[in-house]
DNA sequence: CTGAAAGCGCTTACAG
DNA sequence: CTGAAAGCGCTTACAG
């Protein structure tokens, strides 16, 4: 539409674009990947050839003939994770940025050796990890990617033992949040769907305990989980049923937990809705800091990933690991995360705050 | 851990697999291809060596040779839009089942012709886009597709003029929300970000006025927008922009219909702070059936897209236009959506129903 | 039923 | 500064 097509012909190969153009096929090669020595009219006339006919040169074969694939291969526990999501977007883009593609897969539990598998015919030059997963399958994946020697990272979870992770610092998230509460007089906490056997899970509860202790609390008093009291489907309707279970205490703690904001809303809905005022009665924090904690009423206070610099780091990481030989030799990196404080949190009942 | 690893070392190409078997190169990869006329033990006998060795054969030089790759490149406008994630998320899945790859690429403003050159070079099967694009923009890209010999397919968005398309059917999604709006006796309608230049803007409009036309009303009296007071950044941001405008109003709609969930839960909350009661003194439509909807109070009334249909359709377009020879014969397909009605929804004030 | 040979579309020494 | 030739790792006729 802009300019009319002055070939409109279709070049297949290397061979008949040089044709097109009248040259050999080593010279485009070399115009076409910027190597030095040519004249500069060479240049001008490969690209202007290149503009005009679209020509692609064949990802595959220049894959084959050379280097590693300039692909990242991503494997992502699912895309209704909207944390994750947001991860893999930015990562996404942070690589192209630095002229590398990102292959996307979700890794079905079932089907996991086999994306993996096809990621590694792909010859991908690392395969990052964003998720969940189950600690053993995730370790036999970084084992098999290892013994291909391709680089991997794992993002957001620590993972088993041997692996390469950029991770929230969740110990310390819940020694923040921890914190923040009981300088604002509470003493019994109700943690919402914080269990499980993930080691972003442990991490927290790690965090909580050494938070309670260092306040001068007994954590088997002060922490209190009805988790086992439901099955988890979806965390919105986990966060209604805990919140209904913890109504049905005698004594309720005056400050809650949540695994995530989800969880963290169905349990505020269901508080409001027995007729508890909140932050007046109770104090609830969520974690991700999404877009859902401006949706409440009053809004939700939350923990923030600080994925910007989760991926940052991340993209360091994975610059320095992809060309380089793969070692036994493990990275870790912990980012901080920092407290958004909103509506849902303030002095515990009769209590003029610190 | 499950089993010792037998052979350790690592295979790099089908010589040395070959070589390892004690096999040729042309029988190994018969054997790999499933082709006939092998014998059973020959055929167990690579099937155990690729376990003990987890030998991949290099993908590129597959698509080097032979066929065009089984690759299906997916655009997407953004990772932030649920509804998109969730399509492309179960396209994945659907075409993984046919045993195609899904090559996931956000299409940034700037370098969308830089990622489709990127999809082209790898010889995809197939181009999707998912989500809303400028016209003219899309349809220079079809138009490269096109010269290119390679199909695509425009999900739910019918797109520019010559675009295969699946797209849900917004003119009678709309009619359906008027009809059953006008059947509880409401008569006034305010529309909630429903505009802008995209088709499935202007569909929805067209529904709004064929149905207002059908019920006897006069659309440029029944349908206001305010759309125009506020400049859109965040939807639900603008949802209460916009309630707060029509809160201004001397005479004000019964009925709201927004563009999406986000905007209706922005208009809602705005509301029901001006102590307006839902659904008694107003109702309000959102668009899309996500999750949110469950997490208001009322619950949100809204629009379903039958994402499955969406896909399913999808994916047997994209199988039947795969490998056949593309032509400028444009195929449309219309998904028909339905209401999900919930608690915002009610008899127009006044009016004991229907 | 299996092997030797050509060729897919590139890049990169190696000559000129 | 540019061209002819080898080779990346596969598959598929073509012989045996």
Redesign the interface.
């Known amino acids: 539409?802009?300019k009319p097509r002055t070939t409109?012909q279709?070049i297949r190969s290397t061979a008949e674009f040089a044709a097109h153009v009248g040259l050999s096929r080593s010279t485009v090669s070399r115009a076409l990947n910027g190597h030095p020595g040519l004249k500069q009219k060479t240049i001008d006339r490969v690209q202007a050839a290149l503009d005009a006919t679209?020509f692609?040169?064949?990802?595959?074969?220049?894959?084959?003939r050379g280097r590693r694939?300039a692909m990242v291969g991503v494997c992502m526990e699912?895309?209704?994770n909207?944390t994750a999501?947001?991860k893999?977007?930015l990562l996404?883009?942070r690589l192209?940025e630095q002229g590398l593609?990102?292959?996307?897969?979700?890794l079905?539990p079932g089907?996991s050796r086999q994306t993996l598998?096809?990621l590694?015919?792909?010859?991908v030059g690392a395969v990052v990890f964003i998720g969940h997963f189950d600690p053993?399958e995730l370790?036999?994946q970084i084992?098999?990617l290892t013994?291909?020697?391709t680089p991997h990272l794992v993002i957001d979870d620590p993972g088993p033992g041997g692996a390469n992770s950029v991770s929230l610092d969740r110990v310390r998230a819940m020694e923040l949040v921890i914190e923040h509460l009981v300088a604002q007089g509470h003493r019994s906490f109700g943690l919402l769907g914080i269990s499980g056997a993930f080691q972003t899970v442990t991490d927290r509860l790690t965090g909580v305990d050494r938070a309670l202790r260092a306040a001068g609390l007994d954590p088997a008093v002060a922490a209190v989980s009805l988790d086992s009291l439901h099955v988890r489907r979806?965390h919105?309707e986990y966060g209604s049923l805990l919140a209904r279970s913890f109504l049905a205490q005698r004594r309720r703690p005056t400050a809650y937990l949540a695994v995530n904001d989800?969880t963290a809303?169905?349990a505020l809905?269901e508080f409001?809705?027995a007729g508890l005022r909140v932050p007046e009665d109770l104090s609830l924090f969520g974690f991700n800091n999404q877009?859902?904690c401006?949706?409440?009423?009053p809004k939700l206070s939350s923990v923030d990933q600080n994925i910007e610099d989760t991926i940052d780091v991340s993209v360091k990481t994975l610059l320095a690991k992809i060309g380089s030989v793969v070692t036994r030799r493990i990275t870790t990196h912990r980012v901080a995360p920092h407290l958004v404080l909103r509506g849902t949190t303030g002095p515990a009942p009769g209590n003029a705050g610190r």
Do not use: C, K
């Open positions: 539409m802009a409109p279709v679209g692609r040169p064949n990802a595959h074969a220049v894959n084959l694939a699912d895309f209704r909207p999501v947001a893999v977007s996404q883009q192209r593609t990102t292959l996307i897969e979700v079905a089907s598998g096809h590694l015919s792909l010859r053993s370790a036999a084992d098999e013994r291909h020697s979806d919105f989800d809303v169905g809905l409001q809705a877009n859902l401006l949706m409440t009423r």
